[in-house]
Each structure stands twice: as C-alpha cells, then as structure tokens.
C-alpha cells in the first residue's frame, strides 16, 4: 500500500463501532484508527495551524505514526476516525482516567471515562452545527458502549476557549483548571444523565 498523505482515506472497509444516520446530515461513523493507514491523515490535521492545541505540530509523520501506535496497544486509551457520508472529518480519542496522567490531577469517580476531541480542516465553507453534530454522535456511542460510563471528562488546553465553549454548549460544567506536563486544562464533565434522561 502506497505511503498515505494528507488527503482523506476510504475507511469504507473497516467495521465501524458505531453508525448512526442524522436527519439533514448524513450517516456519521465511528471507527478504529488503524495507524499505520491513518498516519498520513492525522499528521495532516495535527501539524496545522487551526490544530495547535493538540500539541503535535512539529511532529513528522513518523512521530504520529508512533503516537497513534501506542494509543493502539493500550487497553485504556482508543482512536477514532469519525466519518461523514465516507470522509473522514473528526479525530476523536477515548481514555480511562485513572489511566492516565489527568487522573493524577483530580479525584477520579467510578464510571468516569476521558475524552479528546479534534475536528478535521473543512473541506468546505463553515457548516452551522457541525461539530455539535459530531460530538453529539460520538457521546452517544461513548456512553451506548458502556452503561458503566457515568461521567465523561474532557481536559482542553484552558486557553482554546473555542474549545471550551463548544463542549459547554454540549451540556459539559467546568470543573477546576489543572497543570498537566503538556498545558494547562480546563477539566470538565458532563453526567450520563444529562446526555440521556433515564
């Protein structure tokens, strides 16, 4: 197989954890990012500008390569690629707090569960609602997967306020700011039952 670049790949192939047709959106799945295949793409998304808290734009394609494969060998840690009506347009991570160095820096609860999100450079002009779609469909799949996931954690760098106002608008409430190696972070949470009323 050829050395991907930044365009986007068909993951048509792969099973997809989730699947969920949106009225006025399209089909959006959820699937495993398979590194060696995804490097290409994600390297494209993470060194832009737009991406910079992520904290991964001076890596080289290598270096994703081995991040995304180590994320592949933890039980507590998962990528996923979001797609659109077969574009990918979403990188999204899961992690297990207590397994993790954020869990160092708050008390974690039982049922807690860790999320990162990133959304892929438009393709198009700007799309209202978008990535409130996309969220909202990665969420149902998190805590779908798992009834034991009680709160979802999310950490974005405290300065990406675009970040911060979008999981709020998700229904996430702030907790405390917290020093992690990489940033300083937002902690915040949102319960099971805020996202789906019992």
Same mark, same amino acid.
């Given at each position: 197989? &050829?050395?991907?670049? =930044?365009? @986007? ?36 998304? +993470? ?9 991964? !734009? ?11 494969? /180590?994320?592949?060998?933890? @039980? %507590?840690?998962? =990528? ?5 009506? #077969?574009?990918?347009?979403? $990188?999204?991570? %899961? /992690?297990? &707090?207590?397994?993790? @160095? +954020?869990?160092?820096? /708050?008390?974690?609860?039982? !049922?807690?569960? #860790? ?15 978008? %990535? ?8 149902? /799949?998190?805590? =779908?997967?798992?009834?034991?996931? $009680?709160?979802?954690? =999310? ?12 999981? %709020? #608008?998700?229904?996430? +409430?702030? #907790? ?18 805020? $996202?789906? &009323?019992?």
């Amino acid at each position: 197989m &050829p050395e991907s670049t =930044a365009q @986007p790949l068909s993951t048509a192939e792969r099973t997809a954890v989730h699947e969920q047709e949106v009225d006025g959106f399209g089909t959006v799945r959820v699937v495993p990012v398979d590194p060696a295949a995804d490097a290409g793409l994600i390297h494209g998304w +993470v060194t832009q500008e737009r991406a910079r808290f992520w904290g991964m !734009g001076d890596a080289d394609r290598e270096r994703v390569l081995e991040i995304y494969t /180590y994320i592949d060998s933890l @039980p %507590t840690h998962h =990528a996923y690629l979001l797609e659109r009506d #077969g574009l990918p347009v979403a $990188l999204f991570q %899961t /992690y297990e &707090p207590e397994a993790d @160095p +954020v869990g160092e820096c /708050y008390d974690v609860r039982p !049922g807690d569960f #860790g999320i990162h999100l990133m959304i892929g450079p438009p393709t198009g002009g700007t799309e209202r609602g978008f %990535t409130a779609t996309l969220l909202s469909v990665f969420l149902t /799949y998190v805590l =779908a997967a798992d009834p034991g996931r $009680l709160r979802i954690v =999310a950490e974005p760098d405290a300065r990406n306020a675009k970040a911060v106002a979008r999981l %709020t #608008g998700a229904g996430f +409430v702030r #907790g405390p700011e917290i020093e992690l190696p990489e940033k300083r972070a937002q902690l915040m949470f949102l319960d099971r039952e805020a $996202l789906l &009323p019992l």
